[in-house]
């Protein structure tokens, strides 16, 4: 299956795709993996590679609706020192809603340069737990950032270090059951 219809699969069938914490559970993965399916190559787990904005709180802008406001900042930074700048003296970066705000943006920025806003990409749980245990296997990941859809996988060989795919490939999974 690709990753998105394996998430689904194990949204019905038990809780979601794995979320693997530590390396006791990945240890117990790769055993599992071994025991069940020998033959398999790469195996998903429930970890994919999205874009996410930086103002994760998604009620800010709710209660704050009459004191919103967009500030152009006049200095070059690198996108994490900008995300620092703008939390440091203004709430973060610009979350950009609909075209509205994105046309309010436009009228205030003043130079021809391109000007950071709050979109990055990172690795997400399928179950929005913490990404802290990261065993990728070396050189890995390595799909271009160009790539829209790129999930991870697990395996038998290497310890069961971590690749990264194209999500729409066909490989089995790992399911995690709540119950
Ligand atoms: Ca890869």
Redesign the pocket.
């Known amino acids: 299956m690709s990753w998105t219809e394996a998430q689904s699969y194990c949204r019905d069938k038990h809780t979601d795709l794995v979320t693997i914490n530590d390396r006791n559970e990945q240890n117990d993965i790769n055993q599992l993996i071994q025991r069940e399916n020998s033959s398999a190559g790469r195996v998903w787990i429930g970890l994919k590679d999205t874009w996410i904005w930086s103002l994760s709180d998604s009620d800010f802008y709710r209660e704050n609706e009459s004191h919103k406001g967009f500030v152009s900042v006049q200095e070059q930074k690198d996108w994490t020192e900008a995300q620092k700048h703008c939390t440091q003296y203004h709430t973060d970066l610009a979350s950009v809603r609909n075209a509205t705000e994105n046309h309010q943006i436009q009228n205030i920025i003043t130079s021809p340069e391109q000007a950071w806003i709050g979109l990055y990409r990172s690795w997400v749980w399928s179950d929005n737990s913490n990404f802290t245990f990261k065993p990728w296997k070396s050189n ?4 271009g950032a160009k790539n829209d859809s790129i999930c991870a996988s697990t395996g038998i060989s290497d310890e069961g270090r971590w ?3 194209l999500c729409r490939e066909l490989h089995h999974f790992v399911c995690y059951d709540g119950e």
Do not use: C, H, L
């Open positions: 890995e990941p390595n799909i690749t990264d795919e």
